[in-house]
């Protein structure tokens, strides 16, 4: 069973940056895709950014160009660097682990990212 444990979230101003980070405890070499999701309060839980184990990515549009995506195989670790912050992107930041054949293998417990105005 995989578990996925998070960190690096918190307070910052807009504009600012935060950097998350998901350790696997398990190898992610079963692991096709990780990446980070997030849901504010009363909305849905939506994809922030993707990356797969060749280190493709793909973002939400309205991240791009602000946050960066990045996989560390050998460490089974994925981060989310997160730059010019905006009071938008306040949320409940979740890691995601999906396997090759498409489904998600394991949801980290999330880590709050609130950006004050």
């Known amino acids: 069973q995989v578990h996925l444990v998070e960190s690096g979230g918190g307070l910052v101003q807009a504009g600012g940056s935060l950097k998350l980070s998901c350790a696997a405890s398990?190898?992610?070499?079963?692991?096709?895709?990780m990446g980070w999701y997030r849901q504010a309060p009363g909305k849905q839980r939506d994809y922030v950014a993707l990356?797969?184990?060749?280190?493709?990515?793909n973002d939400a549009g309205s991240v791009k160009g602000r946050f960066t995506i990045s996989r560390d195989n050998a460490k089974d670790t994925v981060h989310l660097q997160m730059n010019s912050l905006e009071p938008e992107d306040t949320a409940v930041y979740y890691c995601?682990?999906?396997?090759?054949?498409?489904?998600?293998?394991?949801w980290g417990q999330g880590t709050q990212v609130t950006v004050s105005s």
């Open positions: 398990v190898s992610s070499a079963n692991i096709r895709l």
């Open positions: 995601n682990a999906q396997s090759y054949y498409g489904t998600t293998i394991a």
């Open positions: 990356i797969d184990n060749e280190g493709t990515t």
